[in-house]
């Protein structure tokens, strides 16, 4: 029992900054409903419940979008027709699919974390790692398809680890700020990628828009499954893997305690003989890395060409994402497979409903607030006030 | 060096390790800026024969205009001058010139030249540069006050972006219903406005509110109301202006011609007849500059932002001074807000403060968390968005990316302290306890 409680005790406020986030996120959806409030001046009661009915089919749709529809899933499993299987279990691994970028992103947001830097650049590190990744498949195109998958990721991780490696580098050497550069190198970053792919090398012939060419006539990454429609990759695997790597290096090596240590007390950890400043390079680079490798995954194996919106904001995500896991890598997985299905379910609900995706950002900037304000959801829910620093480290 | 005898001249006599490196380092910059000398005859060399037009605009947009001509050679035969005297300065001088300062004389100087080189020829209007500059200078060094102001007290502010959003949204609505409602521009313009403001203020207060109280880290309530403001803008804008367009259309603010001033030819059409904005900014930033440095109330704010413990010793309400720092700041955000959609666009459309709010930010620190500073750097920020866009109206082939990334790229020069290390307030971002 006791152990029972010490497992759950970390996922409290999390689970109640969720809860709390939709329940702000529901009020906000119905007094946004202009034309159902319209009718509140004849018939209030009548308005409310319709009200109420709009936002629980709004957030069925979204269940429904994020994980398929269970009855559909089993009837399908009973047909043996792989067009109706794929059709069943589309939504779950589109979630999937969408949960992959953000492990990669969300531990890279930890690592840093971890260490005592607060690296806001994992947007910039993302994209330059696709572009990385992108560059090498076009440069290297003549290679063998395997081998050419594994250069590209390779060259996308190093590309990513080197924009990390230049905020680290900076506040190591002189102080800079790693939020404020890394902001700026995230516009510089966006910067970069359009002007790459203005230029004809990567630019998709016949086409205007900044738009690479078809990377997936070069190489791809393996699918899963062999269904219709189907576009879940081996990118989870990785992602999984390297959620399991990144806790072993964190919690179970020198290096990962050095970075630890730093990331409690810089001037401590200095004192027992700790480079300081090499561990907030050496964390940086981790960070860009994961964030490339995540960068390259995304344009191999779910985008097949490289953009300006590669994107949708998943280094930003990642952070709401990390705090929201406590910067333990288990909880970066299964928060990413949350904010994952959000986003696909939120998909299903636009359509659905006409309520734009958009809501979803706004639950997320919710979900940051309460976890990072424990307080706020304890005195929300009526709970005994404890102290701050119980299972929330940063 | 030890055993030097103590009449030899004393800068001699104390030069240890680091005066050696600096000397060795002062060399080495006096050699490089010369060296940009040389590279500047050279370029001057092939283009005497190239002629740059600068024309301005006499009495108003469109009118009489009047030029300036001159060979792209001779500019850079006055680079080429400038650096080579200065280089030259510099190496005889070593570590004892200001050399931060004559930059002020040489970045000018090579940008004139290099724009000149690019239009190849090309007549250039630099009435509307130096227009675009000032259009983009005011949100910008708005936004920027509002940093400055969070962060001399204390509290680290990277939520200008969603301030400026929400401000642009609240005061594109208010505006449109108090228009509809009085049917009179002005009072729209007016609600428009002071909603905004009202809007910048709650988020001000939310910032200090999970800053102060909550302790929540400011760099993640700072990113919690960037988030939140993409979110909820977003979302309003897609689900209730898209179907009820008249809650969009708000009335715009007028140009305001100062009597006598607008009719100065050149300056007139510049600063005498610009939006508000541009006369309230610069109250701001003179109003602001004055409280800070030279008042009991700026004094105690900065106290609060450089060693809160000290202050809070000697009996200064820290929490307090933060607040209110931290609501002031969100009024400026919120009316900046309003600018963009109550000033040119006439509308609020997605994402509209496009990262405005983050320049904002690069300008709190590129102008050394200085009001005037920051309005200066605000200009240099404009300036080079108003070139890129010159540049690409006339077709010149200059990648747009490398001059939209000149913010970016100049504040991380500037934090890292490559050209003049420039220090923010030392507690910033750090919670205070009231013991």
Redesign the interface.
Known sequence: MKRLRRAIQPAIVPILAILSAFLVGSV?MFI?D??NLAHFPTDPGGTIVAGIVNVGNAYYAMIIGAFGDPTRIIAAIGSNDPKVIAAAIRPLTETLVAATPLIFTGLAVAVAFRSGV?N?GVEGQFILGAMGATVAVLVFRGLPPPILLVVAIGAGTLTGAAWGFIPGF?KAR????E???T???N??AA??V??GL?SDFLRAPGSDAPVSKVLWTFVRVPLIFDLPAIRLHYGIVIALIMAAVVSWFIFKTTKGFELRAAGFNLHAARYAGMSAGGSIMLAMALSGGLAGLGGSFEVLGTAGQMTTDLSAGFG?NA??LA?LAGNRPLGIVLAALLFGALRTGGGLMQVKT???L?????????V??FV??P??VRSIFRMNARP?DEGST? | MTAAAPTVTPIVREMGEADRRNLRSARIRGAVIAALGLVCFAAASGSFGVIATFSFWLVKQGGEAFTIQTSVGMLWLLAGIASGVIGMVQMIKGPAFPWRKSLLILVPLYVAAIVAALLDGKVANMTNVFAGTLEYAVPVSLGAFAGILSERSGM?N?AIEGKFLIGACTAAICASIAFTATGSKEIGVIVGVLSAMLAGIGLGFLLAW?GIK????Q???G???N??A???T???F???LG??PWLNTPPTIERIRIPVLAEIPVVGPLFFSGTPYLYFTLAVMLFLTYMLFRTRWGLRLRASGEKPSAAGTVGIDVIKIRYRAMLLAGALAGIAGSYLSLSTAGSFQLGMSA?KG?IA??AV?FGAWNPIGAFGAALVFGFSDAIQSLLSILGVDV?P??L??V???V??IV????VG?VR?PAAAGQPYDQG
Not at chain 2, 214 to 217: F, R
Request: charged content about 5%.
């Open positions: 906000f946004t202009l034309e607060f806001i900076l002189t102080g800079a700020h939020v404020i550069t902001i700026m190198l516009y510089v910067q970069l359009l002007f203005r930003f952070i709401a705090l006409g309520i734009p958009d809501l979803i950002v706004f639950i997320q900037a919710l940051i607030m990072a304000a307080l706020l701050l940063i | 680290l990277i999970l909550h302790k929540v880290d760099i993640i309530a990113v919690v109301v988030f939140g993409i979110g909820i977003n979302f309003l897609l689900r209730v179907n009820n990262g983050f930010l690069a620190i990648p990316q490398l939209n990334s913010p970016y790229l504040t991380i934090v890292a302290g490559v290390r923010g």
